[in-house]
């Protein structure tokens, strides 16, 4: 079932001047597609300016396509009488804290949202708490919100979309400005409720890193969607991913490197463990009964000096080193 | 152009009932044209600590000298200071005000007495460095995507010239290009003009590809200024303040740890591949004899 279904849309921004006069049309959305299914988690990756929270305020129903429209578990979002009902199952994160941050203190902004979609007051207490404590903020439950750390007030934002318990949470770039301890908090956390709540997630994020772990990774350009995969496919294509401001993660980027001066380290790796049986096995393991060496049979591995791929997939030794890794996609590095 | 602070203390809302202490007696010094990397987990006090280098918040206790003289003795000109040392906040949204992005970045120049024209150059300059291009300059700051606001509220501090540059998170929320272009020019900009750079991140592994030294709070302390190296020596510490190891670190720890001999202090993709591909040649190398 889909519960995010976005159809060729488009949405420009105008700029007018005192009289209303349009002054300057900024096209961002421009023929974006996107089917996202309840119960999975979706990551969303594009380079600054390539329409991702414009698609999130979308989906919010925040701003409303121009052409095209977007369906939030069926609700077409020009509905206005939709409205309070889409935005109970979609909850959203802004990218910008202070943006979302309301009461006077953090418990009272937690409530909010409960608050306002009608939860039953002694079932609001037990979210806030149970919110407050899933990001780590318990202990300034009391504190004045603008008197908070930056990474403190993104948390308390995150903790309010939490207790209204959407269907979909929709964050935009929820830990920029986190500490790497509030980074892996906020995945798992995430992570859980997509687990154990089945509540469908869609992040979006410029740590590539934290791409890994989705079902699926879609990226932006020019308003619209251009790839679309898995972690595993996505992250195989790096040139392309390069070509649109992207990156991999550093594993993925240094089994690449690895990969291009000539070692036959398979692609699309992603996990720091995987990455470390491969290099195990051709550094050291392969060196114990060096009499039946499993290694090159004297065909030097092209250097790649000219700046061209050298194509390892041909050449690879005989043993497998990759025997349960799924979805390598085989060929379709590059 | 050096910033030395001794015995600093910030405490919020000082005397009351909500006081609470958010740096702690925090001494240094910083090396004519150093690049310092300052981590610290949420809420540690690193924004805090920065703001007050500029002058913009005075500490309750403590000094602060630069070049040798103390900020906040009596008749010290602060918005010299300022021009000087230049501040970008961690929210770009606190630091862009004006009409369009153009005037927004000529506010600085002009009000360090440049002409209209010195200062629109001195702008155009800047905001070419950060990668706004002309399109961009009558837009409202506030009609920009978040990365385009970081950009332009770093091109509004680049804009003059200033001597010791201070960003707070200046990666946060740009594209993964973005963010090497951004650090890229102030790399280039602390080499070229041996300005001193003290970047705030939570990125372990940029501090680790551009710091020369790191400066680390917990809990509104100073506990390590050190290089990276050894700073990062100190992971299984630094994990318990919330903090990491760069991920390629624990990499090559764990190929320590089963018995390759790779140096396990290096943290960037470069320095592994190099450790790495020493280790494939000297095994090639064997195995063709
Ligand atoms: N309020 C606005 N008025 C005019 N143009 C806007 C406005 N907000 C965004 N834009 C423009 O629309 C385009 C898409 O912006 P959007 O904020 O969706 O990008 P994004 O992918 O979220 O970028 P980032 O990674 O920087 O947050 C950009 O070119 C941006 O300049
Ligand atoms: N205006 C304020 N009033 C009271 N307390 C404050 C205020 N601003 C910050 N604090 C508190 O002071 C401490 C240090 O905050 P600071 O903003 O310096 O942290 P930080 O290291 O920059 O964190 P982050 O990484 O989240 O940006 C925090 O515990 C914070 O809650
Ligand atoms: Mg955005
Ligand atoms: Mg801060």
């Given at each position: 079932m889909k519960i995010i279904d976005a159809v060729h849309v488009f949405f420009d921004y105008m700029r007018k001047d005192e009289n209303d006069k349009i002054e300057e049309i900024s096209p961002a959305l421009s023929d974006m597609n996107l089917e996202i299914e309840k119960g999975s988690f979706v990551c969303v990756l594009g380079h600054n300016g390539s329409g991702k929270s414009t698609f999130a305020k979308m989906v919010n129903g925040l701003l409303l396509p121009r052409e095209g429209s977007v369906y939030v578990a069926d609700m077409d979002t020009a509905d206005d009488e939709l409205l309070i009902k889409i935005r109970e199952t979609a909850g959203m994160v802004f990218q910008n804290p202070d943006n979302q941050i309301i009461g006077n203190i953090v418990e009272e902004d937690v409530a909010f949202g409960p608050e306002n979609i009608g939860v039953p007051t002694a079932e609001i207490r037990d979210r806030v708490d149970e919110a407050l404590e899933a990001v780590n903020m318990t202990k300034y439950k009391?504190?004045?919100?603008?008197?908070?750390s930056g990474g403190q007030k993104q948390r308390v934002a995150i903790a309010g979309v939490m207790a209204m318990k959407p269907e979909c949470i929709i964050l935009d770039?929820?830990?920029?400005?986190?500490?790497p301890k509030g980074r892996k908090d906020v995945i798992r956390t995430v992570r859980e409720l997509n687990k154990r709540d089945g509540i469908t997630i869609v992040l979006i994020t410029?740590?590539?890193?934290?791409?890994?772990?989705?079902?699926r990774v879609v990226v932006m350009d020019g308003g619209r969607v251009v790839m679309d995969g898995t972690p595993r496919e996505i992250f195989s294509r790096v040139e392309e991913l390069k070509a649109l401001r992207l990156d991999v993660p550093q594993i993925t980027e240094l089994a690449y490197e690895l990969r291009k001066a000539g070692m036959p380290v398979p692609c699309g790796i992603l996990r720091k463990e995987e990455l470390e049986e491969v290099i195990m096995e051709l550094?050291?393991?392969?060196?114990?009964?060096?009499?039946?060496?499993?290694?090159?049979?004297?065909?030097?591995?092209?250097?790649g000096t000219d700046g061209t791929e050298p194509d390892l997939g041909t050449d690879r030794p005989e043993q497998d080193l990759d025997t349960d890794r799924e979805d390598k996609s085989e060929g379709a590095c590059q | 152009m050096s910033i030395k602070a001794e015995g600093l203390t910030y405490i919020y809302q000082?005397?009351?009932?909500?006081e609470s202490y958010a740096v702690r007696d925090i001494s240094f010094e910083t090396k004519d044209g150093e690049f310092i990397g300052l981590i610290g987990h949420t809420g540690s006090g690193k924004s805090t600590l920065i703001q007050q280098l500029n002058g913009l918040i005075k500490p309750t206790s403590g000094k602060i000298y630069y070049n040798g003289e103390?900020?906040?003795?009596?008749?010290?000109d602060m918005k010299r200071l300022r021009q000087r040392v230049g501040l970008v906040f961690q929210y770009p949204e606190y630091q862009l005000f004006e009409t369009d992005v153009l005037t927004d970045v000529k506010f600085g120049p002009k009000n360090m007495g440049m002409s209209d024209i010195e200062a629109e150059e001195a702008a155009k300059r800047a905001l070419k460095l950060v990668g706004i291009?002309?399109?961009?300059?009558?837009?409202?700051?506030?009609?920009?995507s978040g990365g385009q606001k970081r950009r332009a509220a770093i091109a509004g501090v680049l804009a003059m010239d200033p001597e010791v540059l201070i960003l707070d998170?200046?990666?946060?929320?740009?594209?993964p290009l973005g963010k090497t272009e951004i650090l890229e020019t102030i790399a280039r900009l602390h080499r070229e003009r041996n300005n001193t750079i003290i970047m705030v991140s939570h990125s372990m592994e940029d501090v680790a590809e551009y710091a020369d030294r790191i400066m680390v709070l917990d809990d509104g302390k100073l506990v390590y200024f050190d290089s990276p190296k050894e700073v990062f020596r100190h992971y299984e510490e630094l994990e318990k303040m919330g903090l990491s190891a760069p991920q390629i670190t624990y990499l090559m720890g764990d190929l320590k740890k089963r018995?390759?001999?790779?140096?396990?202090?290096v943290g960037t993709v470069a320095e592994a591949c190099r450790e790495i591909l020493r280790l494939w040649k000297e095994k090639e190398e064997k195995s063709a004899e």
């Open positions: 009391d504190r004045s919100p603008g008197k908070l770039e929820p830990t920029a400005m986190l500490d410029h740590y590539m890193e934290e791409a890994v772990d989705a079902d550094l050291f393991e392969g060196d114990k009964g060096s009499c039946d060496s499993t290694d090159t049979d004297g065909t030097e591995p092209d250097l | 000082a005397g009351t009932a909500m103390d900020i906040h003795s009596e008749g010290y291009g002309e399109d961009f300059y009558k837009r409202s700051p506030f009609e920009l998170e200046p990666a946060a929320g740009l594209d018995g390759l001999q790779v140096d396990d202090s």
